[in-house]
């Protein structure tokens, strides 16, 4: 069994044929891989060639023992945060090159999804990473720092914003804001902003990333 950087919940394709997709999704600040791993349950009979892992990030959470967080949330300095996260997106990049050496894919096939925290990870990640990955996925997320990312871009993959507009926890103006952002670099950006949802991953937005993700893997 190979042994990756982080423990992770993995799916495996449901067809008989070696996997053609990958799916990594990073979950929430004082969450886990099984948390998100339900989304990844739901989808994994309409995308038979994929295969789905859901690591869990690499500190405790600070605020909450059982759970998982990339980075310290409770840290008010912008500086600090982002040094956080640099670290944290060191590997989750190393996770990236392990998972895609072990099941022999090409970068061009695999997409990721993000809820809060891990949204804000992937989007930081694959804007950064060399070789472009297919598309992205973001629930409730923002932009970590918007000055770092605006110098290191080098990838523009797709992706898909979504947010609830009662969200609390993570305030919606950031969905628009990051949505200006990443037109004004020249990005291919979709948005849907949900009535009455709060911190979370609605039923609808569980169907629109599903859509999304098979229309650009396919």
């Given at each position: 069994?190979?042994?990756?950087?982080?423990?992770?919940?993995?799916?495996?394709?449901?067809?008989?044929n070696e996997p053609k997709q990958m799916i990594?999704?990073?979950?929430?600040?004082?969450?886990?891989?099984?948390?998100?791993?339900?989304?990844?349950?739901?989808?994994?009979?309409?995308?038979?060639?994929?295969?789905?892992?859901?690591?869990?990030?690499?500190?405790?959470?600070?605020?909450?023992?059982?759970?998982?967080?990339?980075?310290?949330?409770?840290?008010?300095?912008?500086?600090?945060?982002?040094?956080?996260?640099?670290?944290?997106?060191?590997?989750?990049?190393?996770?990236?090159?392990?998972?895609?050496d072990n099941f022999q894919l090409d970068i061009?096939?695999?997409?990721?999804?993000?809820?809060?925290?891990?949204?804000?990870?992937?989007?930081?990640?694959?804007?950064?990473?060399?070789?472009?990955?297919?598309?992205?996925?973001?629930?409730?997320?923002?932009?970590?720092?918007?000055?770092?990312?605006?110098?290191?871009?080098?990838?523009r993959p797709r992706i898909f914003l979504m947010?609830?507009?009662?969200?609390?926890?993570?305030?919606?103006?950031?969905?628009?804001?990051?949505?200006?952002?990443?037109?004004?670099?020249?990005?291919?950006?979709?948005?849907?902003?949900?009535?009455?949802?709060?911190?979370?991953?609605?039923?609808?937005?569980?169907?629109?990333?599903?859509?999304?993700?098979?229309?650009?893997?396919?």
């Open positions: 069994m190979t042994k990756y950087i982080f423990d992770v919940t993995s799916f495996s394709s449901l067809s008989k990594i999704l990073c979950h929430g600040y004082g969450g886990d891989g099984q948390d998100i791993s339900v989304l990844a349950n739901s989808w994994r009979r309409f995308l038979p060639d994929a295969v789905f892992l859901c690591p869990n990030a690499p500190e405790i959470c600070t605020i909450n023992p059982l759970g998982y967080q990339w980075f310290d949330m409770t840290i008010e300095n912008d500086e600090a945060i982002l040094e956080k996260s640099l670290i944290a997106e060191k590997k989750l990049n190393t996770f990236l090159d392990q998972v895609l061009k096939n695999l997409a990721l999804v993000g809820f809060s925290q891990g949204s804000m990870m992937i989007i930081q990640t694959a804007l950064k990473k060399k070789e472009q990955i297919n598309c992205l996925v973001c629930y409730s997320g923002k932009i970590i720092n918007k000055q770092h990312l605006s110098d290191n871009i080098v990838s947010h609830g507009d009662r969200d609390t926890i993570v305030s919606p103006s950031h969905l628009l804001e990051s949505k200006e952002f990443l037109v004004q670099q020249n990005l291919k950006i979709r948005t849907k902003l949900f009535k009455n949802c709060e911190h979370k991953i609605s039923v609808e937005g569980s169907s629109l990333g599903l859509e999304f993700l098979r229309k650009n893997l396919l």
